[in-house]
T-cell receptor
Framework: GQSLEQPSEVTAVEGAIVQINCTYQ??????LSWYQQHDGGAPTFLSYNALDGLEETGRFSSFLSRSDSYGYLLLQELQMKDSASYFC????????FGAGTTVTVRA | GAVVSQHPSWVICKSGTSVKIECRSLDFQATTMFWYRQFPKQSLMLMATSNEGSKATYEQGVEKDKFLINHASLTLSTLTVTSAHPEDSSFYIC????????????FGNGTRLTVT
């Protein structure tokens, strides 16, 4: 089976940087992805790492270390609209999600 | 705009009744769609994989006779919650893949089911 661990919540101020860590245990592994979900809405794709290293997409970056079964999502220059839940998800034969990290951005 | 449409967005039903939720791919054909359930403040849990023209594949612990899935066309999958009970109250989300990459996996806006 799969298990993923990520912090339950993080609070930061506008303009700050937040790092959300994700550790995983899985029998098969193709890659680690990240999704954003606003309250009551659909999850939206943020990034996907199949190989070790850092992927940068605008203010958001994602990192993967396969040997450590670890990844993180980095949110930079935080804005109020970034307040949402962020899920890491492992892809093997299916997409398995972590429990999510609620990010609250304060003025 | 949305590429996966889910209907209804919310529904309230009485205990013992059945509820049907539709998931449509809007501008592409999806041979496979996925149904998830999400309880408040919790993760999305995959319930089943819906395959066009064949039986759905259910995850362990999901009752296939209670959660009926039909994928009758390349653009429509339906989930029917039969004999609903209050513990079935949850947020149900479907997804479909538009292309080969993970980035092409799109989610519907979800259906909030409340069973009274």
């Amino acid at each position: 089976g799969q298990s993923l661990e990520q912090p339950s919540e993080v609070t930061a101020v506008e303009g700050a940087i937040v790092q959300i860590n994700c550790t995983y245990q899985t029998s098969g592994f193709y890659g680690l992805s990240w999704y954003q979900q606003h309250d009551g809405g659909a999850p939206t794709f943020l990034s996907y790492n199949a190989l070790d290293g850092l992927e940068e997409t605008g203010r958001f970056s994602s990192f993967l270390s396969r040997s450590d079964s670890y990844g993180y999502l980095l949110l930079q220059e935080l804005q109020m609209k970034d307040s949402a839940s962020y899920f890491c998800a492992v892809l093997d034969y299916k997409l398995s999600f972590g429990a999510g990290t609620t990010v609250t951005v304060r003025a | 705009g949305a590429v996966v449409s889910q209907h209804p967005s919310w529904v309230i039903c009485k205990s013992g009744t059945s509820v049907k939720i539709e998931c449509r791919s809007l501008d592409f054909q999806a041979t496979t769609m996925f149904w998830y359930r999400q309880f408040p403040k919790q993760s999305l849990m995959l319930m089943a994989t819906s395959n066009e023209g064949s039986k759905a594949t259910y995850e362990q612990g999901v009752e296939k006779d209670k959660f009926l899935i039909n994928h009758a066309s390349l653009t429509l999958s339906t989930l029917t919650v039969t004999s609903a009970h209050p513990e079935d109250s949850s947020f149900y989300i479907c997804s479909a893949r538009k292309g080969a990459s993970l980035e092409s996996l799109h989610f519907g806006n979800g259906t909030r089911l409340t069973v009274t």
